[in-house]
C-alpha cells in the first residue's frame, strides 16, 4: 500500500494554527481525515473548520473520519470558529462538518449560525461551506443557504457506477445532484462546487459522464483529485492517475463549460479554496 | 552556543490524542549540517509517512532514535547546535 507523504515543517504560521485550533477546541479536516496538505495551508495560516464535532454517523469507505454515535452539537462552537477565524485573519473562510443523521435538523442549524455570525460581524469575508447531503432535505438546504455563505460545495465523491459500493448506503448520486441543484435554485448567484476522488474503481468516460451531470445541475468549481488509501479499513487504490491525465480531465472540464477546475492529485475540496472562488469569478466576468 | 532538540511534534496533530508511528529512515548522521527545510527523519504511520524537516540550519550533535523505533507525540528524536 503506497502512503502519503506529509512534509511537515513546524513554522511559525503552522504553530500558531496548531496552538490555536487546540487551545479554541475547534476540528479541522485538515487533521481529522489527515489531509496531504495540511503542512502548505496550516503553514500560511488557513485551515477549514470541522463543526458539528468529529464523529460522522455515516461510513463511507474511503473516509479516514471517525466513524459512530456523535456528541451533541457545542453551541459555543460558532463562537469559537468566529474567533478562530478573526485571531487567523482569514478573508476566506472555508467549513465543513461530518453527516448528522441523528439530528432532527441534521446539523443545518449550526451551519446557519456559525455562517451567520460570521457574516454579520465581517460581511466582507467570503465564506464557503462544504456540506452533507442532509438526505436531500430542501428544507434544511435552504436554512444554510439563508445563512449567506458565498460558495456551497457538496461532493459527489465518485462516478454513479460504483457510488453504492464507495459512498454509506444513504448516500445516493442522484441525490447529492440533487442537493447541487437546489442550491441553485434557492439562489442562483450562489457559486456551487464539488468533487470526484480519482482511482476507486471507475472509468475514464465515467468521469467525464459525472462531470456532464455536474454541469448539468450548474456546478462551476470542479475538483479532481487522487484517492489515497487512508488506511487498511478503506478502499484500495484501483490506480493513480498521471498529471497527463489530470490535465486532459482539466481541459475537458473546461470544455464542459466549468468557471474553474482544480485537478490534481493532492487537490481536495478546499484546497486553494480562495484561488478557485476568484478564477471563477474571473472566468465568469465578474 | 544554542542547542534545539528536535521532538516528534505534539502540534501535529493537535487535537488527536495519541498516536504513535514507526522510524522508517534517518537522513542525517552525527555531525551532519543542516539547513532550515532539510528533512530530517521519517516516520511512518497508519495512513502515511511524515517526513519532518528542520527549522534549523546547524550542525547534528546526537541523534536519540534508530530506524524500527516507534515513537509517539513528545519523544526527542535530535539534538542541533544552531547556527546564530
Request: with cysteine.
Amino acid at each position: 500500500m503506497e502512503k502519503i507523504r506529509l512534509r511537515i515543517r513546524l513554522s511559525r504560521d503552522y504553530l500558531s494554527v496548531a496552538s490555536l485550533v487546540k487551545e479554541l477546541r475547534i476540528y479541522t479536516v485538515c487533521e481529522e481525515a489527515l489531509c496531504p496538505n495540511i503542512n502548505e495551508c496550516w503553514g500560511s495560516k488557513t485551515a477549514t473548520f470541522m463543526i458539528l464535532g468529529k464523529t460522522c454517523t455515516r461510513g463511507c469507505r474511503f473516509c479516514y473520519v471517525e466513524k459512530g454515535s456523535p456528541e451533541p452539537p457545542d453551541p459555543d462552537e460558532p463562537r469559537r470558529v468566529l474567533e478562530a477565524v478573526e485571531r487567523l485573519d482569514l478573508d476566506y473562510v472555508t467549513i465543513t462538518s461530518v453527516t448528522r443523521d441523528d439530528l432532527p435538523d441534521e446539523g443545518a442549524d449550526q451551519y446557519y449560525l456559525t455562517v451567520r455570525l460570521i457574516k454579520e460581524k465581517h460581511p466582507e469575508k467570503i465564506v464557503e461551506v462544504l456540506i452533507p447531503d442532509f438526505n436531500g432535505r430542501v428544507e434544511l438546504i435552504s436554512r444554510v443557504v439563508e445563512a449567506g455563505p458565498d460558495v456551497v460545495a457538496h461532493n459527489i465523491e465518485t462516478v454513479e457506477r460504483i457510488t453504492p459500493m464507495v459512498r454509506d448506503r444513504r448516500a445516493s448520486y442522484s441525490q447529492s445532484l440533487r442537493v447541487l441543484e437546489i442550491i441553485k435554485r434557492i439562489n442562483p448567484r450562489i457559486i456551487t462546487k464539488s468533487s470526484l476522488l480519482l482511482g476507486l474503481g471507475e472509468d475514464f468516460s465515467e468521469v467525464i459522464e459525472a462531470m456532464k451531470d455536474l454541469r448539468r445541475v450548474g456546478v462551476e468549481i470542479l475538483v479532481l483529485s487522487q484517492y489515497l488509501r487512508p488506511g487498511p479499513k478503506q478502499l484500495p487504490v484501483t490506480k493513480y492517475y498521471s498529471l497527463e491525465e489530470f490535465k486532459e480531465l482539466e481541459k475537458i472540464g473546461y470544455e464542459l463549460g466549468f468557471s474553474y477546475v482544480l485537478a490534481h492529485p493532492l487537490a481536495r475540496t478546499s484546497y486553494k479554496a480562495k484561488e478557485a472562488y476568484y478564477e471563477a469569478l474571473k472566468r465568469k466576468g465578474l | 552556543m544554542v542547542l534545539a532538540t528536535i521532538y516528534v511534534p505534539r502540534e501535529l496533530w493537535p487535537r488527536r490524542g495519541v498516536w504513535s508511528g514507526k522510524i522508517i529512515d534517518l537522513k542525517v548522521n552525527i555531525g551532519d549540517k543542516v539547513s532550515v527545510g532539510d528533512p530530517l527523519v521519517e516516520i511512518e504511520i497508519e495512513k502515511a509517512v511524515i517526513v519532518l524537516e528542520s527549522e534549523y540550519s546547524g550542525v547534528v550533535k546526537e541523534i536519540y532514535v534508530k530506524k524500527g523505533d516507534l515513537v509517539g507525540p513528545g519523544d526527542k528524536i535530535l539534538l542541533i547546535e544552531v547556527f546564530e
